[in-house]
């Protein structure tokens, strides 16, 4: 069975850490799904360097234009979420991935937009090839105890006037 990684923590570089696993992966020759959610800018690095490593690294977002706090999400947020969590499902089951990125997922779960059952069903029906990393903050009890190796990271020092860096934040 593939094993279960869960990337959480207050601190940057949960995704980072996701897209270095993946990009090993695909350096190794394998079939690398990335799923974001609450996540819709495709000016991103990991986003636009999916040509260039297609066929073996795919990227798919299901968030809705723009940054939102908690208390801004809603119906909409929660039905993209759902379907990212059908499409998960379906890309598993018919594309048989060896790595399966679910970036934001624990956010997306903290935020009452997903259930965390629902998604410890789906790592259940996962590929036993398939090994899995889900990203984010606020990572349930649930899924902290379901995976086989979890990291929080957490800020020790960060910039005073923090810029967003084209190749190192996004």
Do not use: S
């Not at 190794?28 to 819709?40: A, D, E, N, S, Y």
């Not at 999916?50 to 909409?76: D, M, N, S, T, V």
């Amino acid at each position: 069975m593939g094993e279960v990684y869960v990337l959480t923590g207050t601190g940057p570089g949960k995704t980072t850490g996701a897209l270095g696993l993946a990009l090993r992966a695909v350096g190794q020759g394998r079939r690398v799904v990335i799923i974001q959610f609450l996540k819709w800018w495709k000016n991103t690095g990991e986003y636009k360097v999916r040509r260039r490593l297609a066929p073996h690294y795919e990227i798919h977002q299901f968030g809705r234009r723009g940054w939102r706090r908690k208390e801004e999400l809603g119906e909409k947020d929660r039905e993209l979420v759902k379907r990212g969590l059908e499409f998960a499902r379906e890309v598993a089951r018919r594309k048989r991935p060896d790595l399966l990125i679910l970036d934001e997922l624990n956010l997306a779960l903290a935020w009452g937009m997903a259930d965390v059952g629902e998604v410890l069903r789906l790592l259940d029906e996962l590929p036993k090839k398939t090994d899995v990393v889900i990203t984010g903050r606020y990572a349930p009890r649930e899924l902290v105890e379901r995976a086989d190796a979890v990291v929080e990271v957490r800020e020790v020092k960060l910039p005073e006037n923090p810029r967003a860096k084209k190749g190192i934040h996004y």
